[in-house]
């Protein structure tokens, strides 16, 4: 199986810029596709961002495109998560996910078939 832990989620200004990590595990040779996803309260859980494992090809939301950037670093084992010019709205859990395929579309929350237990990430203005 694979293990998937995040961290780096704290409380940021309005305008400032976060770091999250995500720390992969197991059996990381079946791995096709690692996910970024936040849920924010009352929401329902989005895609933020996706990296192919072996390809680095990466894929984001609209909302989050020219602020964030999803990269790996294999030899760690970590897939990292830069976060740019932040605001109110990027307030939420956000969760990494772990897919042995992507053929349903990386920002499918169902595609996924592992998951860490999430890190928060707090705006204030």
């Known amino acids: 199986q694979v293990q998937l832990v995040e961290s780096g989620g704290q409380l940021v200004q309005a305008g400032g810029s976060l770091r999250l990590s995500c720390t992969v595990s197991g059996r990381t040779s079946i791995i096709e596709v690692v996910g970024w996803f936040r849920q924010a309260p009352g929401k329902e859980r989005e895609f933020v961002a996706g990296i192919g494992w072996r390809t680095g090809l990466t894929e984001y939301a609209d909302s989050v495109v020219g602020r964030f950037s999803i990269s790996r670093e294999q030899a760690w084992s970590t897939v990292s998560l830069q976060m740019n010019s932040l605001n109110l709205e990027d307030t939420a859990v956000y969760y990494c996910?772990?897919?042995?395929?992507?053929?349903?579309?990386?920002?499918?929350?169902?595609?996924?078939?592992?998951w860490g237990k999430g890190t928060q990430v707090t705006i204030s203005s």
């Open positions: 996910s772990g897919a042995v395929s992507g053929t349903v579309g990386w920002s499918r929350s169902y595609g996924y078939n592992w």
